[in-house]
């Protein structure tokens, strides 16, 4: 999750470099007739895989306040094999993906710290995130005990709310860079895991703790939702925890 982070922050920075070195590049100064962005979400993809596309529109209001809103497909990132001492997983087969991302937030540019007019700018404002993820998988597993097939359903929602800090570079008058830099919030997990297996206790603890492994490296604050101990059993649970956003959009005014 760092490594793409790290990435994704060095894309953008080299986006940047190469804007501000090109001679032809021209800023807009105070336009308020373009009021409307459409845009693309770029983080989605890097961190939950190619199928994660989420698109946005912002709209200017008055007193340098805006409202935006997200909404795509999203899903867990893509799975590899993963192997133990005792336990050994295939999950090359086939499976079933569900995912959807909805996000709100309502800015205010900061007057006295922008020379120009929004959406060009330093903001800050609260934000609503709702994620749905949702993967059916077929594995195969070989053990000393078992051979054979087993299905898992992994199921989760967050919600959360929080309050952002933003940075937003218009470009050519009509493209745009918009950078949640810092996103504190408070998510509300609700997630459920059902495994139809003919395992021994001891396999099945085993297989959990691979999945908790799993999304914990691939799914932010994970490891405080599960406080370390993981799946033990088939079953659902509620809890909150401490979030937080960050992405990055590349838009088109209007």
Known sequence: MKTKLLLISKIVLIF????????????????????????????????????????????????NQSFSVNIGRTSYPKMISINTDSIGIDLKSSYKDIGLNLSADYRFYLKKENKHAPPRGIYIGPYYSYNHFNRTN??????????????????????????????????????SLDMILIGPGYGFYNFKVNIQTDLSADDESKLYEVISDYLNEKIPGFSQVIDGDGFRKSGSEKTSTLGYRYMVMIGYRF
């Open 138 to 175: 077929n594995w195969t597993l070989n053990t000393e005990n078992f051979q054979g097939n087993l299905e898992t359903e992994l199921l989760m929602n967050i919600h959360t709310i929080g309050f952002e800090l933003g940075y937003q570079f218009v470009f050519w008058d009509r493209m």
């Open 16 to 63: 940047i470099v190469l804007v501000l070195a090109n001679p032809e590049v021209t800023f807009s100064q105070s336009d308020t007739t373009r009021m409307n962005t459409v845009r693309l979400n770029v983080t989605n993809p890097l961190i939950f895989g190619d199928k994660a596309i989420v698109v946005g529109y912002e709209r200017i209001l008055k007193n």
